[in-house]
């Protein structure tokens, strides 16, 4: 959509036709305006069509179409004057100021520290990465922030799993509990513990002998998140700890809170909160029958705490297994007083990878998963990011190994990527560094060829995308849009093969035409680098050619 007007009250809407032929604008007003006016949408059309006052220059032609559909062709220099302000921009291109510099929260990955990162966080943490990118780049002051949940049961199975193995190191046959952690990196972790205290607790499970293989196994597992995290370009701006929400009184003065407004009663030994006040289908134990905490107090501490931090938005990028816990904390914050529908939530389906067609199987607790850096290593950092971004979060990930290695453009990041180190060879031959393309005084009616016209209005769509994709929290409406881009690109670049038409070629002879291409070209690659840029990806200006792939260019 590229605007909403009114007419005496009534909306019109505009948008940008899918198929060139009918127009650069359009807008199907008659056909919402018959029930009202009593008459065929056409002849509204018509009436409307004749009462316009268009400057020519702007538009040069207007149609009745369909039904009653009405198309507007804008001219040659009205549709490509946004080139030389594409250039302009350069890397401000694409931003607006929707947020006004409003505080935002974006808070994902949030792995427990109980093993390596996996392919499931991954896409968690690229998700969330772009989310925080297009909300900056619209606008918002963000903040990125990491949750670890470094109590609770979890926790203490890990702790367990390791004094398992340490006991095993000893010599002692000592199963790992159903349920806990098999994988090799416990029997690693606790070979460092053995090597750090020796023979200490041989034989001991005490409470302080689990404490410490816990505390131990926690500093070794975040680092190594903590590094995964930074070889996928994914920093955070803070990180929360749960256990500190319990050492210093959150949690407790959260339920003297919820006490306080009425909203908790005892019943079978545990206290419950009276969610079902607040839209959940049933109420909830807060405090089990031991005094220990259920899993979503905590959380309902922790987001009081972010609003009291003042981030009166937040959003939490999480895997589809914690929709059950949607509700829970929506109840919990809003029986303190907080607005319905806080925090704001992002959910992600998990990822299954095929090699070959075949599933390649994740468990982490098996041991036989692959890793999030694993994956890294085998197909590259912009590849694992892009593939986790260009499907829509809800939608089911099947994570094709043999597409993320195949070089050519049958790989969508690789068909964009392509396009942008194409757009750089061009300066290369023209012994023109981009920066120094001029864009002034330049004829950019030189660009009338409906190619052209058509690679120009889809450069100008890139800042609505990416404001229509920030606010639907929705990275792959931009991977489409860059995708879709790149095959406009392609065919204007390879149209312009003088072997193929002498009269579209980028480097014209003519040097009015030669300037106007250059300046598209130059356009072009701003929107593509800086798209990529949205999405955390390289923009490189030369990639190697594939052998059976006839369209990769590319080297300058």
């Known amino acids: 959509m590229l605007s909403e007007m009114g007419v005496d009250g009534h909306p019109v809407r505009l948008e940008r036709p899918n198929d060139p032929d009918h127009g650069d604008i359009a807008t199907n007003v008659a056909l919402t305006l018959a029930g009202k006016l009593q008459k065929q949408p056409r002849v509204i059309a018509e009436e409307i069509k004749q009462r316009l006052s268009l400057d020519e220059s702007v538009v040069s032609k207007v149609e009745v179409a369909g039904p009653g559909f009405?198309?507007?062709?804008?001219?040659?220099?009205?549709?490509?004057?946004?080139?030389?302000d594409i250039v302009r921009a350069d890397k401000e291109f694409g931003r607006t100021n929707e947020g006004?510099?409003?505080?935002?929260?974006?808070?994902?990955?949030?792995?427990?520290?109980?093993?390596?990162?996996?392919?499931?966080?991954?896409?968690?943490?690229?998700?969330?990465?772009?989310?925080?990118?297009?909300?900056?780049?619209?606008?918002?002051?963000?903040?990125?922030?990491?949750?670890?949940?470094?109590?609770?049961?979890?926790?203490?199975?890990?702790?367990?799993?390791?004094w398992a193995r340490y006991q095993q190191r000893l010599g002692h046959a000592e199963?790992?509990?159903?349920?806990?952690?098999?994988?090799?990196?416990?029997?690693?972790?606790?070979?460092?513990?053995?090597?750090?205290?020796?023979?200490?607790?041989?034989?001991?499970?005490?409470?302080?002998?689990?404490?410490?293989?816990?505390?131990?196994?926690?500093e070794i597992i975040r680092a190594e998140q903590d590094e995964t995290l930074e070889g996928f370009r994914v920093w955070f701006d803070e990180y929360t700890l749960e256990s500190t929400l319990h050492t210093d009184g959150r949690v407790r003065r959260t339920v003297e809170g919820l006490r306080d407004r009425g909203h908790v009663y005892e019943d079978g030994g545990a206290t419950w909160l009276r969610t079902t006040e607040f839209g959940d289908q049933k109420d909830r134990v807060?405090?089990?029958?031991?005094?220990?905490?259920?899993?979503?107090?905590?959380?309902?501490?922790?987001h009081m705490n972010k609003w009291e931090r003042s981030f009166k938005r937040v959003i939490n990028v999480q895997g589809a297994d914690h929709h059950s816990?949607?509700?829970?904390?929506?109840?919990?914050?809003?029986?303190?007083?907080?607005?319905?529908?806080?925090?704001?939530?992002?959910?992600?389906?998990?990822?299954?990878?095929?090699?070959?067609?075949?599933?390649?199987?994740?468990?982490?607790?098996?041991?036989t998963d692959m890793t999030l850096g694993a994956l890294m290593d085998e197909v590259g950092v912009d590849v694992v990011r892009y593939f986790f971004q260009m499907r829509k979060p809800e939608a089911q990930m099947v994570f094709d190994l043999d597409e993320a290695?195949?070089?050519?453009?049958?790989?969508?990041?690789?068909?964009?990527?392509?396009?942008h180190a194409r757009m750089c060879s061009i300066f290369a031959k023209a012994e023109i560094a981009p920066a120094d393309v001029p864009s002034e005084g330049v004829d950019l009616g030189r660009l009338r060829d409906p190619a052209e016209r058509d690679l120009v209005a889809r450069l100008a769509e890139f800042p609505e995308v990416v404001q229509r994709a920030a606010g639907a929290r929705a990275p792959h409406l931009l991977c489409d849009y860059l995708e879709q881009t790149a095959g406009a690109v392609n065919s204007w670049y390879h149209a312009g093969n003088p072997s193929r038409n002498p009269?579209?070629?980028?480097?014209?002879?003519?040097?009015?035409?030669?300037?106007?291409?250059?300046?598209?070209a130059r356009a072009v690659q701003i929107v593509l680098r800086n798209g990529l840029w949205v999405l955390g990806l390289n923009a490189p200006e030369r990639m190697e050619r594939e052998e059976d792939d006839e369209a990769a260019p590319v080297e300058a």
Not at 332 to 349: F, I, K
Request: no cysteine.
């Open 70 to 84: 009405l198309n507007f062709h804008l001219s040659t220099l009205e549709v490509v004057s946004v080139v030389a």
């Open 100 to 162: 006004g510099g409003e505080k935002v929260m974006v808070e994902f990955v949030s792995a427990n520290p109980t093993g390596p990162l996996h392919v499931g966080h991954g896409r968690q943490a690229a998700l969330g990465d772009a989310i925080a990118s297009l909300l900056e780049w619209t606008g918002w002051k963000v903040h990125r922030e990491y949750y670890y949940n470094d109590a609770g049961g979890q926790m203490e199975q890990l702790a367990q799993s390791v």
């Open 175 to 218: 199963p790992v509990r159903e349920g806990g952690y098999h994988g090799h990196y416990v029997t690693e972790i606790a070979a460092r513990f053995h090597n750090a205290v020796g023979d200490l607790y041989e034989g001991i499970a005490s409470k302080e002998a689990l404490d410490s293989m816990r505390q131990f196994a926690v």
């Open 286 to 302: 807060m405090l089990k029958s031991d005094g220990s905490a259920t899993y979503f107090l905590p959380d309902v501490a922790y």
């Open 325 to 367: 816990t949607v509700d829970r904390v929506r109840a919990g914050v809003q029986a303190l007083g907080l607005p319905e529908g806080y925090p704001e939530y992002v959910l992600h389906q998990m990822v299954r990878i095929e090699r070959e067609g075949e599933e390649v199987k994740l468990s982490k607790r098996s041991g």
């Open 405 to 419: 290695l195949d070089r050519s453009e049958k790989n969508p990041l690789y068909k964009i990527q392509y396009a």
């Open 503 to 520: 009269e579209l070629a980028v480097l014209a002879d003519d040097p009015d035409t030669r300037a106007a291409r250059l300046l598209l």
